[in-house]
């Protein structure tokens, strides 16, 4: 299933300036995928308010991935060959990307990564970039705020078998040891599950401080549930794929009290994040603005910045522009892309406190 749309200003006569993306919009991923394809929309209602870009408007094209697996390729080919996307954002969970980025590689059009967190995506080739930050960060953080803030020395790992999920975990175990913490369980589950008891019973009789579910909200909100049935009152912690309204709704008092890493926080009282949670709440009846959300318009804005630095579209040079982008002032955060091609900024942690989600903690890396 395909969208596209363009809403132009003072360029209406000119050859849109095509962006694609492709994300899960219908699904048990569907939360990350409308979220993003929201923030997406937004920037480009405002570059195309303000005359577009190089006199051109911009055309939002997406792709609905179903969240299954072998759609992400099926989709991107689409956008590549009849579309002619001259960019593509995209995708949330680090599979999604890893089977998208090496046709957009061998294409030559850049693909930028909303919340891929895998080390492995920017690896794939030159035109492939990364707006997040990725797992040996993130799980540092992880951590370090376990270690810190709630003074566990004792962790239990719920990791499942997908590329975010191990990349997660191999990088919090490995921060928490040199921290001198100890990792005293370690259970794994298939993406998709729902019954999570056997592995936290195992969890239980090892008595960690704390419990690490690496994976989504979905499964997240379920292993919250399933631990406190059990008794296992620890706090519970995970990153970037718990965050989703899902996670409340599903997981209700069961998740009060958990703790999560990821890009933004609708609470940071900065002025460009507030300004930007006026306009989307303004945009979308009401809507508080997810990081996945915040990635997606701050991904389109650098984009839009990007061309504009080299007044083209060409694959070649929009890439080396984005390389090239320092200090870049985005919504979550000021943004460098780095050698490999990654964004380097902060992080920040979020707990869930009577049913909404709240600042904690902002990281630097």
């Known amino acids: 299933m395909s969208f596209a749309f363009a809403q132009s200003g003072h360029a209406a006569d000119a050859d849109p300036i095509k962006i694609g993306h492709f994300g899960s919009l219908t699904g048990k991923e569907a939360a990350f995928g409308t979220a993003t394809r929201k923030g997406i929309i937004l920037a480009i209602e405002e570059l195309n308010a303000g005359g577009g870009v190089l006199g051109r408007p911009v055309e939002y094209v997406g792709e609905d991935i179903q969240s299954k697996a072998g759609e992400s390729a099926t989709s991107v080919k689409k956008l590549l060959s009849r579309d002619k996307v001259v960019a593509i954002l995209g995708g949330n969970p680090s599979s999604n990307s890893l089977e998208a980025a090496p046709l957009c590689q061998n ?21 492939i970039f990364r707006i997040c930050f990725i797992d040996p960060f993130q799980g540092a953080v992880l951590a370090k705020f376990a270690h810190d803030h709630l003074s566990a020395k004792r962790i239990a790992l719920l990791t499942p078998v997908t590329p975010y999920g191990i990349g997660l975990s ?29 592995q936290l019973t195992s969890i239980r009789t090892q008595q960690p401080d704390v419990i690490a579910a690496t994976g989504y909200y979905t499964e997240a909100a379920l292993i919250c549930l399933q631990a406190r049935e059990l008794g296992l ?18 997981g209700g008092k069961a998740v009060e009290g958990t703790y999560y890493s990821t890009g933004f926080s609708a609470s940071n009282v900065a002025p460009e994040v507030q300004g930007f949670v006026k306009r989307y709440r303004a945009r979308w009846n009401g809507e508080v603005p997810e990081a996945v959300a915040a990635l997606g318009y701050d991904a389109m804005m650098l984009y839009a910045d990007a061309m504009r630095r080299i007044g083209t579209t060409d694959g070649s040079k929009l890439r080396a522009a984005i390389a090239a982008t320092k200090d870049f002032p985005g919504v979550t955060g000021r943004i460098t892309i780095d050698e490999q091609r990654n964004s380097s900024k902060r992080a920040v ?10 600042f904690v903690a902002a990281v630097a890396p």
């Not at 191999?170 to 599950?193: C, H």
């Not at 519970?236 to 718990?242: A, S």
């Not at 942690?349 to 709240?358: A, P, Q, R, Y």
């Open 170 to 198: 191999n990088a919090l175990r490995k921060r928490f040891t040199e921290l001198g913490g100890e990792i005293v369980a370690e259970q794994k589950y298939a993406e998709g599950d729902k019954d999570f008891k056997a």
């Open 107 to 127: 294409a030559k059009i850049p693909m930028m990564a909303i919340s891929s967190t895998n080390p492995r995506v920017t690896e794939i080739g030159s035109y």
């Open 233 to 250: 009152n620890v706090p519970v912690i995970g990153g970037d794929g718990w965050e989703a309204p899902q996670l409340v709704e599903l």
């Open 349 to 358: 942690i979020l707990t869930v406190k009577n049913g909404k989600t709240e």
